[in-house]
């Protein structure tokens, strides 16, 4: 025999064979491909819902050159609609409706505190304000609620406005908030506290204009689908798109906080400026300073990326004289998506706003009441 011949028949021998048993096996994996395919199809998975629509929701007022525009919320009713009710929270169509006063903040119109009332004054962004919750169920109404349950007449003062940093709660605080003779001041404190204004003025026209702050934030963009066309027609490609998508959400997103907060910032330097300014301003007047920490509801776990921030934010807060509560141990182990107001909006819900009112209610009832108040 050849050296040739040898070589082929060597070479016909080092080919795999496609024996029944791998056609079998191949057929058994596109069955269940197919099978997982039609699975989805019935089941609606992927889902990719749509962002939430929304009515006017800030009121501007007119502001010096070369100064950042000053807003409220939009007096009036601020309505939000969203695609789909998966909480069965939401009011007919979807909506969730939110009443500002004639000043712009949350709720009916503030009154003149009774002599033997208690009052809160509560700040912050849109954490706050309650964003995609009935009023009722922010956390400044459910700590109103537990101290009246106590036997104290309280009431509170929200005032909340989406968007907002440190800075701008501080100088709400001072335009409004003191005017309301609070007995106690809460901020609710977000990652979020130490971005730059949420409104510039626009250089040419002289018209508040919204930054782009949302383009790497998830909370903003995580109604992003695939494209609608070749193989993502098929649900199964849709769906290793978006863990793909959501994994890269969820890298920017912890990029983005994670340098928002850096301890060499500007925007950290000022936020704790503006957080030890405050507590100093309400010890001046003998006035208790509450700041609610809420963490990024992600990964609530012991692998939660920013408890350093939650961690600094403590040490400024009760080194300046205030109280601190941080969020995260009462809701860690729990299930981020049972904690948001919707898919699109990383809002917490009416569960959070309820552990968070009966703890703020419970720090008052340590450090703030007084034989006078309670009744």
């Keep these: 025999m050849s050296k040739k011949a040898r070589h082929s028949g060597g070479e016909e ?37 749509g962002p939430k629509t929304e009515s006017v929701r800030f009121a501007f007022t007119k502001t010096e050159e070369g100064s950042e525009p000053f807003y409220v919320n939009h007096p009036g009713r601020i309505t939000f609609r969203y695609d789909g009710n998966p909480r069965g929270y939401f009011d007919e169509n979807n909506e969730v409706h939110h009443d500002v006063n004639p000043l712009g903040f949350r709720g009916p119109a503030f009154t003149r505190k009774p002599e033997d009332a208690f009052r809160l004054v509560c700040l912050g962004d849109s954490f706050t304000f309650g964003e995609g919750v009935r009023n009722e169920h922010t956390y400044a109404e459910i700590a109103t609620r537990s101290l009246r349950e106590e ?15 440190t800075t701008q709660s501080l100088g709400v605080l001072e335009r409004f908030g003191f005017d309301l003779k609070p007995d106690v001041v809460v901020l609710g404190y977000t990652l979020n506290d130490a971005e730059p204004p949420l409104f510039q003025i626009h250089s040419t026209s002289g018209q508040p204009v919204r930054r782009d702050r949302e383009i ?44 928002v907060n850096d301890t060499a910032g500007q925007g950290w330097i000022e936020s704790e ?17 509450i700041v609610v920490m809420f963490p990024l509801l992600f990964e609530l776990s012991k692998d939660y990326p920013f408890r350093d921030i939650h961690r600094r934010v403590g040490e400024v807060v009760t080194g300046s004289g205030g109280h601190f509560i941080d969020l995260l141990p009462a809701l860690t182990g729990r299930p981020p998506a049972e904690l948001i107001v919707h898919p699109t909006d990383q809002h917490p819900n009416e569960k959070v706003h309820e552990i968070s009112g009966k703890l703020v209610a419970a720090e008052i009832q340590r450090h703030a009441l007084t034989g006078k108040k309670a009744h």
């Excluded at 024996?19 to 197919?34: C, E, N, S, W």
């Excluded at 036997?151 to 940093?165: E, I, R, S």
């Excluded at 400026?273 to 300073?289: A, G, N, T």
Aim: aromatic letters at 10%; charged letters at 20%; one cysteine or more.
């Design 13 to 49: 021998k080092m080919r795999p064979r496609l024996t029944p048993k791998v056609f079998l096996g191949l057929g058994v994996f596109l069955v269940a491909l197919a099978i997982a395919e039609i699975a989805f199809r019935l089941l609606g998975w992927p889902r990719f819902p």
């Design 273 to 289: 400026r503006s957080l030890r300014e405050m507590i100093s301003l309400c010890r001046e007047r003998d006035v208790p300073c």
């Design 151 to 165: 036997g104290c007449q309280t009431d509170a003062c929200n005032l909340g406005v989406g968007g907002y940093n």
């Design 216 to 259: 790497s934030i998830e909370a903003e963009v995580g109604f992003q689908k695939p494209p609608g066309s070749g193989i993502y027609r098929l649900r199964l490609a849709q769906a290793l798109w978006n863990a793909r998508h959501q994994r890269k959400l969820t890298r920017q997103t912890i990029d983005y906080y994670l340098s």
